[in-house]
């Protein structure tokens, strides 16, 4: 079990770049998360793959995100068209089977700053 | 849909025993997490609390009242390790299975 990875840990762009993240789950995991978390607040929901199928987008999740996990193993999530208020950290966390009791396992985010 | 309040802050000596609560108001009542926050690190799984009562984990203990929409958790023992957020989730029902809604966390700074 080598946990949850993230790429890149940093991320700094312009505002109207495009920027995309990456997101390996622990292997055996079939759940992934994407969360957004700001200073001061707890993790944001953002979307939700079973396997590679996208069960679930927040209504944060604006039309310039898009996440994929094709292949039902690592996942990326994409921001176009990046603004200001899209700083913040990228948490992704995977969880495995169907139980309400299945724990998370997090990532060590991205923090995206957007100059 | 979920509404879960936390206290921002708390500080607490080393050594001593902290409380820190969270109220929440659910749809649909599917257990009650903790998570632990270090600055700048991933959340990390403390508890899962479904039914009424205490579940003591060595130095830590979380409590649930389902008829109240209470919970909280309890940390002996302080340690300056302790200082971090800590993380009450909620979940609900989504395609299939159940995503955690957190609180804002609560920001524990222990001191010497």
């Known amino acids: 079990d080598t946990g949850v990875s993230q790429d890149p840990r940093h991320k700094i762009t312009k505002r109207g770049q495009n920027v995309t993240f990456r997101c390996d789950p622990i292997s055996e995991h079939n759940r992934l998360y994407w969360y957004r978390q700001t200073l001061g607040q707890g993790p944001e929901f953002l979307t939700y793959?079973?396997?590679?199928?996208?069960?679930?987008k927040s209504r944060l999740l604006s039309d310039r995100f898009s996440a994929e996990r094709p292949k039902g193993s690592f996942s990326t999530l994409e921001i176009q068209r990046t603004e200001q208020g899209d700083s913040a950290m990228y948490l992704c966390?995977?969880?495995?089977?169907?139980?309400?009791?299945?724990?998370?396992?997090f990532g060590d985010g991205t923090r995206l700053s957007i100059l | 849909g979920q509404n879960i309040d936390q206290p921002t802050e708390m500080t607490a000596t080393e050594g001593a025993i902290v409380q820190i609560n969270c109220t929440y108001q659910t749809s649909g009542f599917n257990g009650l997490f903790w998570y632990q926050q270090h600055a700048g690190e991933a959340p990390t799984f403390l508890s899962y609390?479904?039914?009424?009562g205490l579940e003591e984990k060595g130095r830590f203990s979380s409590f649930l009242s389902r008829s109240k929409g209470y919970s909280y958790l309890l940390l002996k023992e302080l340690q300056m390790k302790d200082s971090a957020s800590y993380l009450c989730a909620v979940p609900h029902p989504s395609g299939g299975s159940y995503i955690p809604t957190f609180g804002r966390g609560t920001s524990l700074i222990v001191h010497p």
């Open positions: 793959f079973q396997n590679e199928a996208q069960l679930e």
């Open positions: 966390a995977s969880s495995l089977g169907q139980g309400i009791n299945q724990p998370q396992h």
């Open positions: 609390n479904v039914l009424d």
